[in-house]
């Protein structure tokens, strides 16, 4: 596909005139941090409407899907769900924890803004301890506290606008439909490397909240290589997927679990003393004895090492 000279002094203005107005839009709303890995983001949602849009999506699905009346199964993820929110260690913005059932043979489970988790019954009954279920929730979890749906929201609206500003910009051009082709693929393929991104952000970062919580990291391998064998059909190349392949997504736990082993143990030595997995706020309100330094949740004014050390697994996940 070749744009010619002219095409090309368009485009690199177009960019650059983009790359202004984004920018300038950026600098107006303020970028973010995940807490747990340091990565910066672009956020133009604020938590209040973050958790809004989350409270309002989880109670139409509470509507469409029967919600099971189980007593044990309930209990079970209430107590798990509880311990893993407890042990992220801060009070997540506008976090009104609800953790619900829902009977289908789904073998699904997320977490959206606000706290408000769903795991389906397909999902239990292939687990086959609370450790497996727990780790995921605890992925599901640190999608909600990396903020990551309010990231790809503001992603989609950096896409609008810069689709929008070259559909106008280029209405007398005669390349007009190869420059929109092209910013749609490369648009869409960016959103799936994003995407992908925050799968792992998730694994990284929910995996520790296990752990912090007492649940063997270990179990992640276990599930999701059960989660591997009932894949059916052929895979879209990794471009194209929203997940990380599942071989490269188990290896990378597998490298990960040994390295969390210590924080899993101590959190369970903790609850043999009857000390709590790891509470929200950073001093237990309950007169309870502190835990140990190595569990223990960051303070408003956390130092570096934490998430430098939880930086540091990010990139070697993402091979950077």
Known sequence: MHLGEHGGVFMKRYF????VLIVALVQLTG?????????KQV??????QEAQMGLDAFSQIKKQEKI?????????IQRIGKNIAGSVGRELPNAQWEFVVFESEQINAFALPGGKVGVYTGLINLASSDDEIAVVMGHEVAHVSSRHGAERQSQAMLIGIGGAALAIGTQEDKNREYYLLAYGLGSTLGSLAYSRDHETEADVVGLRFAARAGYDPRAAVTFWTKMAAKETGGRPPKFLSTHPP???RIANLQRL???LMPI???AKANQAMGGAPAPAAPAPAT?????????????PTAPAKPAATEQEELKRFLGR
């Open 257 to 259: 679990a040994p390295g």
């Open 264 to 266: 899993y143990e101590q």
């Open 43 to 48: 956020i133009l949602v604020s938590a209040s």
């Open 16 to 19: 650059t005139g983009l790359s």
């Open 68 to 76: 099971s009346r189980d007593p044990v199964l309930n209990a079970r």
């Open 287 to 299: 007169g309870a004895p502190n835990p140990p330094a190595a569990v223990s949740p960051p303070k």
């Open 246 to 248: 599942s071989q490269e």
């Open 31 to 39: 970028c973010a941090t995940v807490q747990e890995t340091g990565r």
